[in-house]
T-cell receptor, first 113, second 109 residues
Framework: DAGVTQSPTHLIKTRGQQVTLRCSPISGHKSVSWYQQVLGQGPQFIFQYYEKEERGRGNFPDRFSARQFPNYSSELNVNALLLGDSALYLC????????????FGSGTRLTVV | KNEVEQSPQNLTAQEGEFITINCSYSVGISALHWLQQHPGGGIVSLFMLSSGKKKHGRLIATINIQEKHSSLHITASHPRDSAVYICAGGTGTASKLTFGTGTRLQVTL
């Protein structure tokens, strides 16, 4: 069985650009969460979606947005990139919501130059 | 102040040693997760606990709800156990995870 799939694995962008990160959850999982992990720190919660609705949002600016599609895959969009957005972006899927076990993807490493 | 506190931050052990990593959490956290992160980033979920004890192979996780404390134990440690171990709390209906700062474990031969 495929695990949580994230694409791309690595990405380099320039300040001011926009980026879209993608996540495919485990088959049958209906909840997707996004986390940002800056080097040397623990992951920080960005968004959670369940059944295509936003169920939670972390303390991130409006430049960050996300959506979940009918097939439960998800996209995270970041506009007007800043150097500080350089991080590992992790997607986690779970069967349902709330308080189910999570399976994490390997992440997308975004570098903003 | 973080809602999830871990100790120690760094831990070095010799192969075969019994290892304990501790996690304290604040009110409102209803499920406690133990995660493993290897260099390069990928996170593996080890356990999710809301009460009692769970065991998987050489890994044991316990939680004391009254004391808001959880421990991760590794028996007969091996160099392949070297990784960052993170505890994370799930909070009520939001279900977001709040992560501890992680414990960097190095197991040497």
């Amino acid at each position: 069985d495929a695990g949580v799939t994230q694409s791309p694995t690595h990405l380099i962008k320039t300040r001011g650009q926009q980026v879209t990160l993608r996540c495919s959850p485990i088959s049958g999982h209906k909840s997707v969460s996004w986390y940002q992990q800056v080097l040397g720190q623990g992951p920080q919660f960005i968004f959670q979606y369940y059944e295509k609705e936003e169920r939670g949002r972390g303390n991130f600016p409006d430049r960050f947005s996300a959506r979940q599609f009918p097939n439960y895959s998800s996209e995270l969009n970041v506009n007007a990139l800043l150097l500080g957005d350089s991080a590992l972006y992790l997607c986690a899927s779970s069967l349902a919501w709330p308080n189910y076990g999570y399976t994490f993807g390997s992440g997308t490493r975004l570098t903003v130059v | 102040k973080n809602e999830v506190e871990q100790s120690p931050q760094n831990l070095t052990a010799q192969e075969g040693e019994f290892i304990t990593i501790n996690c304290s959490y604040s009110v409102g956290i209803s499920a406690l997760h133990w995660l493993q992160q290897h260099p390069g980033g990928g996170i593996v979920s080890l356990f999710m606990l809301s009460s009692g004890k769970k065991k998987h192979g050489r890994l044991i996780a316990t939680i004391n709800i009254q004391e808001k404390h959880s421990s991760l134990h590794i028996t007969a440690s091996h160099p392949r156990d070297s990784a960052v171990y993170i505890c994370a709390g799930g909070t009520g209906t939001a279900s977001k995870l709040t992560f501890g700062t992680g414990t960097r474990l190095q197991v040497t031969l």
